[in-house]
């Protein structure tokens, strides 16, 4: 998508004009294998890569001295991991789903170019990275018009640095009534290693990725109550409140 701009401060007189514009990309392969080994054991493996990013540019030319200055600043994310999971049919009451993945990924967070009569720069801000392994498990119980999950992750990141550990729990309950009706609460923890952030440069809007930095990981608990139900034939509606708290949030210094 690009944008064509002309600045008039005065009446019709131009002094300069930019041509703008922003490109993303995003590019996802992946190879999954599913194997039934009995009628109450599933298993599920899958590779995949992906890429992710995008590109602003701007081109500036002053009217008066035919000055032309070309700006393009780029960033990237590429991904690639692994994940095995295997679900098994317990009792019609009962069953369990566990597993364990491993990721990798890299970060370009910002490369810049600049170009006008003369000179010609490229600043590189070199690559970040982050390494993901987890462990998960999750337990789900059915009784009846009730329904319980209880689950349990454990992770370990790592971005070139610095090594993290972070056990996340997580407890939920619901209830189903009438034609499509219920209500559940839950109690979830997460952590998130991984942060998008968007940041101005000479006008321009540059949105990129980096992993956790320092000594601790951004961590939340959150309690949530909710319902849904269908007030009439066709309609469906859903009300859900939370409480989260949330520490260690990252500070951005521009």
């Given at each position: 998508?690009?944008?064509?701009?002309?600045?008039?401060?005065?009446?019709?007189?131009?002094?300069?004009?930019?041509?703008?514009?922003?490109?993303?990309?995003?590019?996802?392969?992946?190879?999954?294998?599913?194997?039934?080994?009995?009628?109450?054991?599933?298993?599920?493996?899958?590779?995949?890569?992906?890429?992710?990013?995008?590109?602003?540019?701007?081109?500036?030319?002053?009217?008066?001295?035919?000055?032309?200055?070309?700006?393009?600043?780029?960033?990237?994310?590429?991904?690639?991991?692994?994940?095995?999971?295997?679900?098994?049919?317990?009792?019609?009451?009962?069953?369990?789903?566990?597993?364990?993945?491993?990721?990798?990924?890299?970060?370009?967070?910002?490369?810049?170019?600049?170009?006008?009569?003369?000179?010609?720069?490229?600043?590189?801000?070199?690559?970040?990275?982050?390494?993901?392994?987890?462990?998960?498990?999750?337990?789900?119980?059915?009784?009846?018009?009730?329904?319980?999950?209880?689950?349990?992750?454990?992770?370990?990141?790592?971005?070139?640095?610095?090594?993290?550990?972070?056990?996340?729990?997580?407890?939920?309950?619901?209830?189903?009534?009438?034609?499509n009706n219920s209500v559940w609460v839950s109690y979830t923890e997460s952590s998130q290693p991984l942060f998008s952030?968007?940041?101005?440069?000479?006008?321009?809007?540059?949105?990129?990725?980096?992993?956790?930095?320092?000594?601790?990981?951004?961590?939340?608990?959150?309690?949530?109550?909710?319902?849904?139900?269908?007030?009439?034939?066709?309609?469906?509606?859903?009300?859900?409140?939370?409480?989260?708290?949330?520490?260690?949030?990252?500070?951005?210094?521009?």
């Amino acid at each position: 998508e690009r944008d064509t701009h002309t600045f008039s401060p005065t009446y019709d007189e131009k002094i300069s004009e930019a041509n703008a514009g922003i490109r993303y990309g995003n590019t996802a392969v992946s190879l999954r294998l599913n194997t039934v080994i009995n009628s109450r054991l599933f298993w599920n493996n899958s590779i995949y890569y992906s890429y992710m990013g995008n590109s602003n540019f701007s081109k500036n030319k002053i009217l008066s001295t035919g000055l032309e200055e070309y700006v393009n600043i780029r960033s990237r994310l590429d991904e690639g991991g692994f994940k095995s999971i295997v679900q098994q049919t317990i009792s019609q009451k009962y069953s369990l789903t566990y597993g364990l993945e491993a990721t990798r990924q890299l970060f370009k967070p910002q490369r810049f170019h600049y170009e006008s009569p003369g000179i010609e720069r490229d600043t590189d801000y070199g690559w970040l990275d982050l390494t993901t392994a987890s462990l998960f498990v999750n337990k789900n119980i059915q009784l009846g018009k009730y329904e319980i999950n209880a689950g349990l992750r454990g992770s370990v990141y790592y971005n070139g640095k610095t090594t993290r550990f972070s056990v996340e729990p997580r407890l939920s309950a619901s209830y189903a009534f009438g034609d499509n009706n219920s209500v559940w609460v839950s109690y979830t923890e997460s952590s998130q290693p991984l942060f998008s952030m968007l940041k101005s440069f000479g006008g321009i809007t540059m949105y990129y990725w980096i992993p956790f930095a320092g000594q601790a990981i951004p961590h939340s608990r959150q309690i949530s109550l909710g319902t849904e139900f269908s007030p009439a034939k066709g309609l469906d509606v859903t009300v859900e409140v939370y409480y989260k708290r949330m520490r260690n949030l990252l500070m951005v210094y521009d």
